[in-house]
């Protein structure tokens, strides 16, 4: 491969094939890793539904501090930088907590409107009762 | 399932087993991530290599875009929310980009060493053909 680029996209063919072939791998990989993170969503939606049903805290540090030890030991054995590894999990972490966070919120703001339903029909009964 | 929650950790069974059965889902999907993300930054690596080389700059911001929107839409397919997804590339791309500039900064580097152990060479030879 010979080096023919003048900056303004003038590439060695070899060299474009190779960044191709790379590209495409690239493309793969998020395409699995996107899949993937569609599933972990699903699942700490369910964990976020759960913790609001039963008034757990939508955050939990003892289990995020083993998550990431373990997840740096993983991208150390996979050769994967674990600073990069604990930055992105943080990265994840963060939008599922604003996940559980918004399911709580929902939950709260429905038993409200709930509890509002029931003394309005608490309301219409006694309103009706007080009819002739 | 009942709640049973004081807020010290005291769960239902039955709901801190289901929260440990989507836990062990999540922490298998983190690992396939990890290990997903560890063979994306081994082609990036190559990329940043080969950019480094044929002197390409080590940000490409069409190829971003391209891959923004195309992981928009499978996140959008995949049920995932399109803006967590461009966060995420985004994120990842950052880091990539800090690779691609070491890696850019370590060969010039490695090039002036070489220039210089060239021009010690010259020396030397100058130095060895002034000597008698």
Not at 69 to 87: G, I, Q, T, V
Request: aromatic share 2%.
């Amino acid at each position: 491969m010979t080096t023919s680029n003048n900056g303004t996209g003038d590439v060695d063919p070899a060299v474009r094939a190779e960044l191709a072939r790379l590209r495409d791998s690239i493309d793969n990989i998020d395409a699995a890793v996107v899949h993937m993170l569609a599933e972990r969503f699903k699942c700490t939606q369910q964990v976020g539904h759960l913790k609001a049903a039963h008034q757990l805290p939508p955050a939990d540090p003892a289990r995020e501090a083993h998550q990431i030890a373990r997840l740096r030991r993983l991208a150390e054995n996979a050769k994967l930088d674990p600073a990069f590894a604990e930055k992105l999990l943080n990265f994840i972490i963060a939008e599922v907590i604003r996940h559980h966070e918004s399911i709580a919120d929902n939950k709260n703001s429905d038993n409200k409107n709930s509890d509002n339903k029931n003394s309005d029909n608490k309301n219409s009964v006694q309103q009706q009762q007080s009819q002739p």
